[in-house]
């Protein structure tokens, strides 16, 4: 079964300072990996996304992903962070496009972004 | 714009009722889904549907139903079978690729 590791539940940053999301997963093949953004009271943004190719994926509000499959990895950075960049940050898997499935992503439990001016 | 509208936002339910979220989506996606999140446990997910006419229990589907009579329209019944229902409640619809999520709604029990 898959499944999504977020191992920080709580990280608080300086405002300016880099950043870095930890996401582990576990699947049988190349899972598609995702890092969605959330803001209180709201649903989910996409941020990224790898299916496959160059392991260093570019996202929205310059966020950045770097898929390590050595590791089972999908870490979130962002070279300097931004007071509005402090949300809940959630890593997802879901099966290939190839395998026809469209049951669902596995989410993380989240890690939420503190950030201080 | 295209997009997932949920409706309420906030919706209360006495013990014993049966409530209905709604969800309507106008990206003519095929796929719909239900997610329930709690704090510190990200999303869960309740039921799924891949067509019209057909949906599939996720991993916490005891307690609620839905219904998929159209393409556009996937709404969530808790029934008062759910024994703890309060919870923030989102609907998602996927293209080929991704899925898109609406804004929630926060379910709260009187």
């Known amino acids: 079964a898959q499944s999504v590791t977020q191992p920080d539940i709580h990280i608080t940053v300086s405002e300016g300072a880099s950043l870095e999301l930890r996401c582990n997963y576990s699947?049988?093949?190349?899972?598609?990996l995702f890092w969605y953004v959330q803001s209180p009271g709201q649903g989910l943004q996409l941020l990224l996304k790898?299916?496959?190719?160059?392991?260093l994926v570019q996202g929205i509000k310059g966020f950045e992903a770097e898929f390590k499959r050595s590791q089972s990895s999908f870490n979130l950075r962002k070279p300097s962070v931004h007071w509005s960049d402090a949300a809940e940050y959630f890593c997802a898997v879901g099966p290939p496009i190839s395998s026809g499935s469209a049951r669902q992503l596995t989410f993380g439990s989240g890690t939420q972004l503190t950030v201080l001016p | 714009d295209g997009g997932i509208t949920q409706s309420p936002k906030y919706l209360f339910r006495k013990e014993g009722q049966n409530v209905t979220l709604s969800c309507e989506q106008n990206?003519?996606?095929?796929?719909m889904y239900w997610y329930r999140q709690d704090p510190g446990q990200g999303l869960r997910l309740i039921y799924y549907?891949?067509?019209?006419?057909?949906?599939q229990k996720g991993d916490i589907a005891e307690g609620y139903s839905v219904s998929r009579e159209k393409k556009e329209s996937f709404p969530l019944t808790v029934t008062s079978a759910q024994k703890n229902p309060t919870a923030f409640y989102l609907c998602?619809?996927?293209?080929?690729?991704?899925?898109?999520f609406g804004d929630g709604t926060r379910l709260s029990i009187l």
């Open positions: 790898y299916f496959s190719g160059d392991t």
């Open positions: 699947y049988g093949a190349t899972p598609y």
């Open positions: 990206l003519n996606h095929d796929a």
């Open positions: 549907s891949q067509i019209v006419n057909d949906f």
């Open positions: 998602a619809s996927k293209d080929r690729e991704k899925q898109h």
